[in-house]
């Protein structure tokens, strides 16, 4: 464990004690409060080189500590409510995951049930029912199969068939094929996966099934939760085009609000990587979207919902991320205040 690790976690743990529990809770009244995960439990090959350890207990050791401090609830009403509206001085607080792993067989269920939150899973629509694998986990799954000896060379090669720069000296697959073009980047992955040798992806899909299917969308809702939208093959939103939008972003949203029946929709932006600020701005007026989520933190309560933010808390302790966080913003936000008024 690094020093700046270790810090966090002291820090984490000041802020989660009882003696700071009363200045986190009045922090995070004016504040929207929304977390997100990806995953709980042990990760398959497809998530293992984003995995940071959150099991089942992590998972329910996070929930423990926030009810401390916050009331659990869906998503529509954390947007619904207003500074001071919290009932006891008590903030709400609303659980998201991203990617739309299928979260029917872990256990998060009945974690979240003892706990009384009711989440919302962001989908990525081209993934529901393992049709396909997101290219990212598909990258991950060649991590974690093929020894590097055998992607390495393979992805040089195929970045010199296809035109775009190799693998350089000390860099890994995932953070290498950030570069690549969008159109291109779910092509060049199952090129990559065939090019090693692997299973077909249908076969490898077929037995994790990894995704959530339209059924266990329909007993999720039934459930009390929520379905939101993560676009339909998980690109970096900054870099598309307005002519991409109805594709990426809108007709497949509007698909799946019709296949759920459900009355509203958000959405969050695949790595927090926002639309360039005029397309953002066309996409919300669209009104397909009730709220547009980054991952910055928690946004203060007035933002649009067009620029709303959340926290993430996998892989750091919850102190320093949800309530340190918290804090630290507020702090932010009122040396701000005093610069605008000086």
């Not at 929304?34 to 709980?40: D, L, S």
């Not at 590097?148 to 035109?163: D, F, R, T």
């Not at 099934?209 to 993560?230: C, K, M, N």
């Not at 509203?264 to 701005?281: A, T, V």
Request: aromatic share 12%.
């Amino acid at each position: 464990m690094n020093l700046k690790t270790t810090i966090k976690q002291a820090v984490g743990a000041a802020f989660a004690s009882p003696f700071l529990m009363p200045i986190v809770r009045h922090s995070s009244l004016d504040a929207i409060n929304v977390i997100y995960y990806h995953y709980v439990g042990d990760p398959g090959p497809h998530y293992k080189a984003f995995y940071n350890g959150c099991t089942g207990a992590t998972f329910a050791r996070d929930l423990e500590c926030l009810s401390r401090v916050f009331d659990f609830s869906p998503l529509s009403e954390v947007l619904a409510s207003k500074c001071g509206e919290e009932s006891g001085g008590r903030p709400k607080l609303a659980v998201t995951f991203d990617d739309g792993f299928d979260l029917g067989d872990q256990g998060v269920m009945q974690i979240m049930e003892h706990y009384g939150v009711k989440a919302t899973t962001f989908v990525i629509t081209s993934c529901i029912g393992n049709r396909r694998m997101m290219w990212r986990h598909m990258l991950s799954a060649i991590h974690t199969l093929a020894p590097e000896s055998v992607w390495a060379p393979q992805y040089n090669e195929l970045a010199v068939a296809c035109g775009f720069r190799p693998i350089e000296r000390g860099e890994g697959l995932l953070a290498a094929a950030r570069r690549w073009e969008m159109r291109h980047k779910d092509e060049w992955a199952a090129l990559l996966w065939r090019l090693c040798d692997l299973p077909p992806i249908s076969e490898y899909l077929a037995e994790k099934q990894p995704y959530f299917g339209w059924t266990g969308l329909e007993r999720w809702i039934a459930a009390g939760h929520s379905v939101g939208f993560h676009t339909h093959t998980h690109p970096f939103c900054s870099r598309l085009q307005q002519a991409d939008l109805e594709r990426e972003i809108i007709h497949p949203a509007v698909r799946l609000r019709q296949r759920l029946r459900m009355d509203e929709l958000c959405f969050s932006y695949p790595f927090g990587d926002r639309l360039q600020p005029d397309l953002e701005h066309v996409l919300f007026e669209r009104g397909v979207f009730k709220a547009l989520f980054g991952i910055g933190g928690f946004s203060r309560q007035g933002v649009s919902n067009e620029k709303l933010e959340r926290a993430g808390v996998e892989g750091a302790h919850i102190g320093w991320t949800v309530f340190g966080g918290s804090i630290l913003a507020r702090l932010r936000r009122n040396r701000g205040e005093k610069a605008v008024r000086l």
